[in-house]
């Protein structure tokens, strides 16, 4: 059970709520700890700001300075625990920290609206070691509209800048995040990327109706190109609004192979992203081999084991990174 993991909060969840936490060792879902016992080889982490947060104190650039300080963060923390974790930029550096014991961590943004109408951002982010970045979170930001019960809002696209910005990731390397878009922006980005996209932290709309969830059409749309939804342990995106079920979990990864195929499903487990953590039927990733149990035994072979764990995964970092 090599893991990899496209998505988690830590780096906000040790920083803003904790103020100073440690990746070694502390009290959320992720860490150095955990990941080596439940057998992380690749850790996404994203640079989360809530653009809320930033209103009266410098909107957007505020946010991607903060950012920087994330970045900052968890480049000081590989630093310190080398012989543990280091950053990975590519698949094969994945594969050479793999060879040598140690767990990779991707940095990735959730916000493209750090950006704030500036290319060259999109640019410093990929020398600083970004690989991923969602494009929007849950507001209107320069690039294009989020998801949103709202079918005014959820039907509208990328905006001008956004479709730079896509343009210019499929030049960089860089992995475009369609999870938290418009059922618009989604159509847009498919419709302008030359190389897969994934949902990082998405489930199945077909089975829990939330709208940050993917429908089956959008499933297969994503599939057809070669792109990968990763599943999202948050109760209400999984169909139970208080906890996350293994049952649950399972019945989604099992209409993610139903609708999308065994090259689809991935894992995003949005990891010190959502309260009730202590709820969880795996409250951290030490316990990841619940989870892989709990699909054996809903028959699945090794081999579909394999990729959802971590095969569609890389197949998406070898063919864009």
């Known amino acids: 059970m090599k893991l990899i993991d496209l998505h988690c909060d830590t780096l906000w969840k040790l920083m803003d709520l904790s103020g100073n936490g440690d990746l070694m060792k502390n009290d959320g879902c992720v860490s150095i700890e955990a990941m080596k016992k439940g057998g992380t080889m690749a850790q996404f982490f994203a640079c989360f700001t809530y653009a809320e947060d930033y209103k009266e104190t410098g909107g957007y650039d505020a946010a991607w300075q903060h950012v920087l300080e994330m970045i900052a ?3 000081e923390q590989t630093r310190i625990y080398a012989d543990q974790i280091s950053l990975a ?13 140690k767990i990779s961590a991707f940095l990735t943004v ?7 109408g500036h290319l060259d951002r999109l640019e410093e982010l990929y020398r600083q070691g970004v690989r991923l970045m969602t494009l929007m979170w849950n507001y209107e930001n320069c690039i294009g509209h989020p998801n949103s019960r709202d079918a005014s809002v959820m039907w509208q696209g990328l905006k001008p800048f956004g479709r730079e910005v896509v343009e210019r990731m499929n030049e960089l390397g860089m ?28 489930n199945c709309r077909a089975l829990c109706s939330h709208p940050r969830n993917l429908t089956d059409d959008m499933i297969r ?8 939804a990763g599943l999202n342990f948050y109760g209400a995106f999984l169909g139970n609004e208080h906890a996350s079920k293994l049952e649950e979990m399972t019945m989604h990864v099992l209409h ?8 689809f499903p991935a894992i995003g487990t949005d990891f010190d992203g959502f309260d009730g953590i202590e709820e969880l039927d795996i409250p951290d990733a030490s316990q990841m081999e619940r989870l892989w149990e709990a699909l054996r035994k809903k028959g699945l072979s090794e081999n579909q084991l394999d990729k959802i764990w971590n095969g569609n995964a890389e197949r998406i970092c070898r063919q864009i990174l």
């Open 175 to 202: 992995i475009i995040d369609v999870s938290h878009a418009s059922d618009g922006v989604f159509r847009d980005v498919l419709e302008i990327s030359r190389v897969p996209v994934v949902a990082s932290h998405s």
């Open 221 to 228: 749309a994503l599939a057809n190109t070669g792109g990968i």
């Open 110 to 116: 959730e916000e493209g609206g750090v950006l704030n």
């Open 73 to 75: 963060y968890l480049k």
């Open 256 to 263: 993610m192979l139903d609708v999308g195929g065994s090259e």
């Open 89 to 101: 930029t590519s698949c094969q550096e994945m594969r050479e920290n793999a060879g040598q014991g």
